[in-house]
């Protein structure tokens, strides 16, 4: 599978951190490159894994971790800052219940998108994750608009060819027996540019990838209620994010990572601060 590189600001203080986390890191079958600097506090690894699973091999070390830049890697100036992020649940997201979580999205290449994320406090089982027209959750999931369809086609899989499925039918993701999913998708018809600005949708049922029998089928899917949804909005590309203390309150990353857990607002793993305004993406 495509890889991508994820930049971590990592709390480290002397040679003996910058080994365990290496040794840790480099554990994970699917990593394909680890560069840390203590001097600038960063680790960067090259992988085709969920960031939210390299960061919880981090912190089995004992340091903390946050998520700083997320990118392709490559040259090319236009894709290297092709990043963006989406809040589920918690207070610049919506969300049913305790149904929340962080979707990111990068341009991998021209023709790659790449959506991971992790979401809880789903069922177990699959459910249908999707892309909408409209960046507007005033009124929770419903004002988000239709499936993102940007050809006039009917809705589908992400395994269809364009003239079978919407732009936003990203199929679906599972939830594990903790109602946790983490996911690595690699689509071939989204792209960074076409979904910021919009939003995405968790759905409480499996997608039917438009194979239903039901006329609702081949329009929007039958994939039941939307759970939780968020607006897709730019985030910070390899390198772009040199953030270290909020203007909004003043609090330093480490203190915004911490405000999460002490709040209950999103399980561990899940780093992007939901209870203050400012976000280090």
């Known amino acids: 599978m495509a890889s991508t590189k994820v930049e971590f600001a ?26 840390i600097s203590l001097e ?20 089995s070390t004992g340091r903390k971790a946050v998520l700083k830049g997320y990118g392709s890697g490559k040259d090319d100036v236009s894709l290297s800052s092709a990043a963006a992020v989406a809040m589920l649940g918690g207070n610049t997201g919506y969300g049913a219940g305790t149904v929340r ?15 991971e994320g992790t979401i809880d406090g789903l069922t177990p089982g699959e459910h249908g994750l999707h892309v909408h027209e409209c960046g507007d959750i005033t009124e929770g999931c419903n004002s988000v608009g239709d499936h993102l369809n940007l050809f006039g086609t009917k809705h589908g899989g992400p395994m269809d060819n364009s003239s079978n499925r919407h732009t936003g039918d990203l199929g679906n993701i599972i939830a594990e027996d903790d109602g946790r999913a983490s996911f690595r998708l690699v689509d071939k018809l989204l792209k960074v540019y076409d979904a910021i600005g919009r939003s995405i949708v968790v759905t409480s049922n499996m997608d039917d990838l438009g194979r239903g029998s039901s006329p609702i089928s081949i329009v929007n899917g039958n994939s039941g209620e939307r759970l939780a949804c968020g607006v897709i909005s730019r985030s910070a590309g390899l390198f772009e994010n040199t953030k270290k203390i909020c203007a909004c309150d003043g609090l330093t990353l480490w203190d915004e990572r911490d405000r999460p857990a002490k709040n209950n607002e999103l399980s561990q793993g899940v780093s992007v601060p939901t209870s203050s305004l400012c976000t280090y993406l």
């Open 10 to 35: 990592v709390q480290m203080t002397c040679e003996s951190c910058v080994n365990k986390i290496k040794n840790a890191v480099e554990q994970l079958n699917g990593v394909e490159k680890v560069d």
């Open 40 to 59: 600038k506090g960063t680790v960067v690894i090259q992988s085709n894994l969920p960031s939210s699973l390299i960061q919880n091999k981090i912190e």
């Open 101 to 115: 979580g962080i979707v990111r999205f990068v341009q991998l290449d021209p023709e790659s998108c790449v959506i």
